[in-house]
């Protein structure tokens, strides 16, 4: 697997496992709403801002891959595409 071909796969799996997971909680748990996953983005955008020591390349793909993940979630979400 080349350099370029890991850091791809590594993106689409997280990515690919956050929005299934949020489509399932919402599916699942009726308590759950945009606000609740709102919240979840916004320590997301704290947590990336927060690497002073040094995370790596896998765990900065990773949390871009989820935090992308959650603003499409939230987008089609309040858009009313997702459903």
């Known amino acids: 697997m080349s350099s370029i071909e890991w850091k ?8 690919s ?3 299934a997971s949020l489509e399932r909680k919402r599916a699942e748990d009726p308590g759950f ?7 979840v983005l916004k320590h997301l955008y704290i947590q990336d801002g927060n ?4 995370r ?4 900065d793909i990773s949390i871009q891959a989820t935090i ?9 979400w309040e858009s009313g595409r997702d459903r």
């Open 17 to 19: 496992e956050t929005l």
């Open 8 to 15: 791809e796969k590594a993106y689409d799996d997280a990515y």
């Open 33 to 39: 709403s945009a606000d609740d996953a709102r919240g």
């Open 56 to 59: 790596g390349e896998l765990q």
């Open 68 to 76: 992308d993940a959650y603003e499409r979630f939230i987008a089609e």
């Open 51 to 54: 690497d002073w020591v040094g």
